[in-house]
């Protein structure tokens, strides 16, 4: 007999329910977002403008705007130039613990697969944080996987305050927290949050979150508001592209972002576009919608749209796609990445997450950025 | 001639300020001596004493460093900025910057004055970067300012002096250096600031983005120069629309 599954789209107990609408609007405007309806003379149009409306932001998600591919790329790489200079930010991610008590059938980490799991102690934590300062870098991002039970919010905390002894830059990738708890966190230490949303399909994120508490998709839309009212600096939006159709999905994020920064002026926004990639659990998904042209032409969309936001380039691609759009669309780049649990100092302790294609280490990504006439920044926050 | 540029009792010949933060750090050298800068602006978030591309160690001696406060939201934390970065080493004279939107990147001038409020009476020389607002000036001015900083157009935007007539209001009313910080893309914006009577230019994204950095600073150091000599001599008249009556208005007048 089939259980019967509990609504995705209401709160749990526990669950802080904040006052606003952001969500009903994205929802809608993602559902009227009708791409084939854009042409060539739209696209076009949109790309003469000096900064680009909503509308026009739909217009370069759309298919007829592939065929202008290069005129966007030549107008994102200015505005990249005048926002970041030659600027690249460096970072590497630090996996902590990899228990998961939530079923999303894409995810390496899900709680049905027999993979090893594992969860750093303080002390083993402090050492691959000190092997990571080693390689000069200075910005960390903690993640775990979604287990408030194995790797609840005070072990998050911990770590997070044996990080900023180490590192200027401390983010999270962790499960949504409330208000209070993200207070805790920014209070221990970090002030960057990613959340993302994977899907802004509410039927497909039904159908690909079937059990656990990310089930609820209200609750994760809101992460990054949350995150903002606990004193956050700034949130990272995206959706796994290629989970649900990408188009809508990268709007959805784009406006979602956009209406985010409106309300909260102050909040530093930040982008990552992961795409599906083999996972354990694939054979039902269908990896190859989107190619490196659609990710590209994705990225461009918003350096056009919101010149501003910080885009981070992950080493789920290759190191040629990587190199080449940091500067033309890319901001941040990862280096000398484990994505099992630790795997920096000493011998991973849990299983990956997904397969990377760019194991280069840090010397390597910031010999390949000079190449490339660039800076990499090693530092650019200064907690105070 | 004997024209300096005095910025909190230190006198400078050039008046070419250089912002740092967005080209890359091998070139500063050479922009350096090509613009013929002697201050440099320094974003403290970019320090990485000890470590990896510490902006701190590509600064040639002789150099006054100006840090600014990139990244502080509110005057608190523009203040404890400046602190950390005296306590580095950088120097007294620091650029307030306080931004509270991360879109248009607009200062807040209220939280600015407060925060130059704070540092002036730290015996910090205080160069605050403002939105051209002649009451924020006057402000500024009463609260110990150094210099005021008024933006052009938008940061990064190379889109010249829009603020124009703004600034123009701040030459005339407040006693302290007025310097461009925002804005100007090209050589030929500096000049005619320059020649408006503003006292210095502030450049970082003109420069950075250009094809040749080296080069372009040169030019920018050539047109300041050009637009100060400009200002110093007194432009000639330039009639507007339409040409003045031959005989006097004023003739029938019998003394």
């Known amino acids: 007999m089939e259980r019967k599954k509990t609504d995705h789209m209401a709160y749990l107990p526990d669950m802080d329910v904040i006052d606003s609408d952001m969500m009903e609007q994205v929802l809608r405007q993602m559902n009227d977002y009708d791409y084939e309806q854009y042409t060539s003379a739209s696209v076009q149009a949109a790309l003469r403008k000096d900064s680009l409306s909503v509308e026009d932001f739909a217009a370069m998600l759309s298919p007829a705007a592939e065929a202008h591919l290069e005129e966007m790329a030549r107008r994102a790489r200015a505005e990249t130039a005048r926002f970041f200079g030659n600027s690249i930010t460096m970072f590497t991610p630090l996996y902590i613990a990899n228990y998961c008590e939530n079923h999303c059938v894409y995810c390496g980490f899900n709680c049905f697969n027999k993979i090893k799991r594992g969860k750093l102690t303080m002390e083993e934590i402090e050492t691959e944080l000190r092997t990571i300062a080693a390689t000069g870098l200075q910005e960390v991002l903690i993640l775990t996987g979604e287990c408030r039970g194995a790797s609840g919010p005070e072990y998050i905390g911990h770590a997070v305050r044996l990080a900023n002894q180490y590192f200027s830059t401390v983010g999270i990738e962790i499960y949504p927290l409330n208000v209070e708890e993200y207070r805790y966190i920014q209070s221990c230490g970090a002030d960057f949050v990613s959340v993302y949303q994977e899907t802004y399909d509410t039927d497909r994120y039904d159908e690909m979150h079937p059990m656990g508490t990310k089930r609820i998709y209200p609750y994760r839309f809101y992460a990054q508001e949350r995150a903002i009212l606990g004193g956050m600096r700034g949130v990272a939006f995206g959706a796994l592209l290629g989970l649900g159709n990408f188009r809508k999905d990268a709007y959805a994020a784009g406006l979602h972002a956009s209406l985010l920064q409106k309300k909260y002026p102050h909040a530093e926004i930040a982008f990552s576009f992961p795409r599906l990639r083999p996972y354990i659990n694939n054979a039902k998904n269908n990896p190859n919608d989107v190619g490196e042209r659609q990710l590209l032409q994705t990225m461009l969309a918003y350096r056009l749209f919101m010149p501003f936001a910080g885009i981070t380039i992950s080493t789920r691609e290759r190191a040629g796609f990587r190199d080449n759009v940091i500067g033309l669309a890319a901001t941040k780049i990862s280096a000398g990445v484990s994505v099992g649990v630790g795997g920096h100092g000493e011998e991973a302790k849990g299983d990956e997450q997904f397969d990377i294609s760019d194991p280069r280490s840090v010397d390597d990504v910031r010999s390949a950025i000079a190449r490339r006439g660039m800076q990499p920044v090693f530092t650019d926050y200064v907690r105070v | ?255």
């Open chain 2, 1 to 255: 001639m004997n024209d300096m540029l005095m910025i909190g009792g230190v006198s400078f010949c050039s008046r070419f300020i250089l912002g740092s933060g967005k080209f890359s750090l091998e070139d500063t050298k050479k922009v350096i001596e090509n613009a013929g800068v002697e201050m440099a602006t320094l974003a403290l978030r970019r320090a990485n004493v000890g470590g990896e591309e510490n902006i701190l160690d590509y600064m040639p001696e002789g150099i006054t460093l100006l840090p600014n406060t990139s990244g502080a939201r509110t005057a608190e934390e523009a203040v404890r900025i400046a602190r950390l970065a005296r306590s580095l080493g950088c120097g007294d004279f620091v650029k307030i910057e306080v931004i509270h939107d991360s879109k248009y990147l607009m200062p807040d001038n209220y939280e600015t004055v407060k925060a130059t409020e704070t540092l002036a009476k730290e015996g910090f020389i205080v160069m605050p970067y403002v939105y051209p607002d002649l009451v924020t000036a006057r402000a500024l001015r009463d609260a110990g300012a150094a210099a005021v900083m008024p933006l052009g157009a938008p940061i990064g935007s190379n889109k010249g002096l829009l603020t124009r007539d703004f600034v123009q209001i701040l030459i005339d009313e407040i006693d302290l250096p007025i310097i461009v910080d925002a804005g100007i893309g090209r050589p030929s914006q500096a000049c005619e600031a320059m020649e408006m009577g503003v006292d210095a230019i502030m450049a970082n994204t003109a420069i950075a983005t250009a094809g040749d950095v080296a080069l372009v600073a040169k030019a920018f150091r050539l047109a300041i120069e050009s637009g100060r000599a400009a200002y110093l001599a007194g432009l000639g008249r330039v009639l507007e629309q339409n040409a003045e009556a031959s005989s006097p208005l004023t003739g029938f007048l019998e003394e």
